[in-house]
């Protein structure tokens, strides 16, 4: 029996949503739908659908802020996205284009229309997804998904699974690289001690995935890696991932990864360096939530102030302030983020 291709369908009008999710269903696709922006990013990355077709103007969070959002998201930016829109202006258009987009389609439209669209968009993915393999031998793996390549999985299968509680250090500074660690639960922290003992947090690692990957090819630790939430850890020799990296031309993939954090620290730098309070509050939200693909945050106000580059009383104020304007809301669950292209315009 063919596996059926999944459709997301982001649309507020929902009579609208309706018919589209009827005729595809009747046409014999897995359909799958969202109401906003918001629950149409939260709905891919559960279902991880096989193409997505998103209303522009919808409350919250309009197609744009979408297509921006899943197109940083690992596992989603080659995902095929179709803009369904009632007018055809060529800013609207060419915006789109540029942002990634595959297609449009004018409202209204005929069913045949819609589903001749999809089915070339289908298979033309449907091939690209047949040379997946060859693209990695290749050097073209996003490094992100490093843990899902065959032999970096069998390589974490075949170590043993440790506990660390809170506090826990993975490794310290000037420590020698014998290990990276792949991350099956939990919650880290990667960071180094500044002027008068203070901590700067760099970066956050969620599970599942790979702690500490841009030491590779390192002797010595530049930094200290703890633990924030009780985490499952398997510890993987440096050594034999270099060799797989190195006989699986994944080279490439590790140089563009690296640019891709060197680029990221320098973005953050400048926002640290030029920006005010409010607007390094913004933007470090937002990049949680784009790396942890989050959009609840469950970290605490010191680990949060250490990362924005704050006193964590200035983050708190500024933390109140965003919850009064109905950008964010805090709960004993942590900070959740309601309004993800209200946030990004407090810093773009």
């Not at 990634?100 to 690209?128: R, T, V």
């Not at 993975?170 to 003992?197: A, C, D, P």
């Not at 990221?264 to 509050?281: C, D, P, Q, T, Y």
Request: with cysteine.
């Amino acid at each position: 029996m063919l596996k059926k291709a999944k459709i997301l369908i982001i649309e507020d009008n929902s009579e609208m949503r309706e018919n589209i999710h009827e005729i595809l269903e009747l046409s014999n696709y897995e359909v799958y739908s969202a109401a906003d922006g918001l629950q149409g990013v939260q709905t891919a990355r559960q279902h991880r659908p096989d193409l997505i077709l998103c209303d522009i103007m919808m409350p919250n969070l309009d197609g744009f802020g979408v297509l921006k959002i899943l197109s940083q998201d690992e596992q989603l930016r080659t995902t095929p996205f179709i803009f369904l829109t009632a007018k055809a202006e060529k800013e609207d258009f060419r915006k789109g284009m540029n942002l990634g987009a595959e297609d449009y389609l004018i409202k209204p439209f005929d069913d045949a229309d819609l589903l001749h669209i999809i089915g070339n968009k289908l298979s033309k993915y449907e091939e690209l997804s047949k040379t997946k393999a060859t693209r990695a031998l290749a050097g073209i793996l996003p490094f992100d998904s490093l843990y899902t390549f065959p032999k970096v999985q069998a390589l974490i299968d075949a170590s043993e699974i440790r506990e660390y509680g809170k506090k826990s250090k993975l490794w310290v500074s000037r420590e020698k690289v014998n290990h990276l660690y792949f991350l099956e639960s939990g919650l880290l922290k990667e960071g180094i001690e500044t002027v008068g003992g203070k901590e700067f947090i760099f970066q956050f690692y969620a599970s599942p995935g790979l702690a500490g990957v841009q030491h590779l090819f390192q002797a010595t630790f530049h930094s200290f890696c703890e633990v924030i939430e009780p985490s499952a850890v398997r510890a993987l020799p440096r050594k034999q991932l270099e060799d797989i990296i190195l006989r699986e031309n994944l080279w490439t993939s590790f140089q563009h990864h690296y640019a891709s954090l060197c680029q990221e620290h320098l973005s953050r730098l400048a926002i640290n360096s030029f920006g005010n309070v409010r607007e390094k509050v913004a933007y470090h939200l937002y990049l949680l939530s784009s790396n942890l693909k989050q959009e609840t945050l469950h970290l605490s106000r010191e680990d949060l102030a250490a990362f924005c580059g704050i006193a964590k009383e200035t983050l708190i104020r500024n933390l109140t302030e965003l919850k009064e304007d109905k950008v964010i809301q805090i709960d004993a669950e942590g900070i959740h983020l309601l309004n993800l292209q209200k946030l990004q315009a407090l810093f773009v």
